[in-house]
């Protein structure tokens, strides 16, 4: 059983950073996309960023430039690292894995994404 474990939200002020981190048992990232997803209250869950099995990523026009998404091969961790947050990014943020082995970057069509963490929240106030 694959399980994604997200972890380093926190209450932040605006333009601070925060580092999220997910580490996830029984798959390993360097043969899967991993990918970050957020859902504020009274929204849809919305795409932030994601990096291909080989390093490619792909962000969000809203943090682009601001998040940068990385990967640890050594500890099978994927971070995102947030900087110059906004009360906008305010949410829960949770990671998840493709379900297909080494998909093909950028993925045609979109990642297909099949284990989810449970979240870690994000506040940043204004």
């Known amino acids: 059983q694959v399980q994604p474990v997200e972890s380093g939200g926190g209450l932040v002020q605006a333009g601070e950073s925060l580092r999220l981190s997910c580490a996830a048992s029984?798959?390993?990232?360097?043969?899967?996309?991993v990918g970050w997803f957020r859902q504020a209250p009274g929204k849809e869950r919305e795409f932030v960023a994601a990096c291909g099995w080989s390093g490619g990523t792909s962000y969000s026009d809203s943090v682009k430039g601001r998040f940068i998404i990385s990967k640890d091969y050594a500890k099978n961790t994927v971070f995102l690292q947030m900087n110059s947050l906004k009360p906008e990014d305010t949410a829960a943020y949770y990671c998840?894995?493709?379900?297909?082995?080494?998909?093909?970057?950028?993925?045609?069509?979109?990642?297909?994404?099949?284990?989810w963490g449970q979240g870690t929240q994000v506040t940043v106030s204004s």
């Open positions: 029984g798959r390993t990232f360097s043969d899967y996309a």
């Open positions: 998840a894995t493709d379900r297909v082995f080494r998909r093909p970057w950028p993925p045609e069509p979109e990642v297909e994404y099949d284990y």
